[in-house]
């Protein structure tokens, strides 16, 4: 077993329990809070803390995500679709959330928007995705070329 892929896993499997933290106790502690704040916005709490559950939801899909490829990565399959293919879902997952952060920075704009500190977040988050999904690109990439040097160089033996 690789020792590097095993900590990984573990790491994920911490920062998953974490998510479900922040998911299940801080985020719905934070939108009470924030309306009993700020009153006037009861009509956009519960908008906004489903979207936020979306999106953790979906950071936990794209965990167990990195959870399998590393499952492939442990048994060789590394030169295979099935690796190609969940490197290819991670990207569209990434997709997905960055227009989620989006929609959900536009509606908040529609009543005032994000403080100047959550908009520098959201947009700092949004490019961390952007850059996370061109590594996940350039991955894929690289992994693509080394299949087809590696069915060249089988074919030549």
Not at 15 to 33: C, D, K, N, R, S
Not at 73 to 79: H, K, M, N, Q
């Amino acid at each position: 077993m690789n020792i590097a892929s095993n900590i990984l896993k573990i790491l994920l499997v911490m920062f998953a329990i974490g998510v479900i933290f922040i998911g299940v106790y801080v985020l719905p502690t934070m939108a009470e809070e924030m309306r009993a704040l700020y009153p006037e916005l009861e009509y956009a709490k519960l908008p906004i803390l489903i979207t936020c559950e979306l999106l953790l939801a979906l950071l936990l899909i794209g965990i167990g995500f990195i959870m399998y490829l590393l499952i492939v990565f442990d048994r060789g399959l590394t030169f295979s679709s099935r690796f190609i293919r969940g490197v290819e879902i991670l990207v569209g997952m990434c997709i997905i959330a960055s227009i989620g952060i989006i929609i959900l920075f536009q509606y908040m704009r529609t009543f005032g928007g994000p403080g100047p500190l959550l908009s520098l977040i959201m947009i700092g988050v949004t490019f961390i995705i952007w850059i996370v999904a061109a590594v996940i690109m350039l991955i894929r990439a690289i992994v693509n070329k080394a299949i087809i040097y590696k069915d060249d160089y089988d074919l030549t033996v």
